[in-house]
């Protein structure tokens, strides 16, 4: 009976754990937003505020199972959920910030030590030299190139 309760009290302590640490990922998507424009944003605002895209087209996603709207403004891609909103990113220019933390493409790595010092710990290097800094797992990152930023990357699952 006491190995049960043990073994009981571990396993709700590690599911507390998980929960805790999946709202503070959910809190920092949450906080994120590129020119003043937080993720979730409809379509509509989103191009009042950033102006016209050099293109606008749709694609399917496998992943989601119904067809997303894909705008581009120089190489940068902005990815909208019909339900969702403003949703996913691709930055690959300096023109873009991305808040509230004021990192933009081409900003030194210490950037990142400053905002996120524990992303240090998750640091994936490619055989091209590309260094990849995981945030939150998959859903924010970034590629480093150089000692600077060249790309960030996020996806909210929502």
């Known amino acids: 009976m006491r190995t ?5 009290m571990t396993l709700l302590t590690f599911a ?9 990922q959910n809190e920092l998507i949450d906080e994120i937003y590129v ?3 937080g993720l979730g944003e409809d379509l509509e605002k989103f191009i009042e505020k950033l102006g016209n895209p050099d ?3 749709s694609i399917y996603s496998e992943i ?3 067809n997303l709207k894909r705008l581009y403004y120089g190489g ?3 990815f909208f959920h019909p339900e969702y909103g403003f949703y996913s990113f691709t930055i690959d220019q300096p023109g873009f910030v991305l808040g509230p933390y004021g990192i933009r493409v081409g900003d030194p790595d210490y950037t990142l030590q ?3 010092p524990n992303a240090y710990k998750q640091f994936k290097e490619s055989s091209s030299g590309v260094l990849r800094v995981y945030v939150l797992d998959d859903s924010l990152n970034f590629v480093m190139r150089y000692g600077k930023i060249s790309e960030v990357y996020i996806h909210n699952p929502s």
């Open 4 to 8: 049960f309760v043990s073994l009981s």
């Open 16 to 24: 507390t754990a998980v929960c805790q640490s999946n709202m503070k």
């Open 35 to 37: 020119n003043g424009v």
């Open 55 to 57: 293109s606008i087209n």
């Open 64 to 66: 989601d199972g119904l």
């Open 76 to 78: 940068s891609t902005f």
């Open 114 to 116: 400053k905002h996120f």
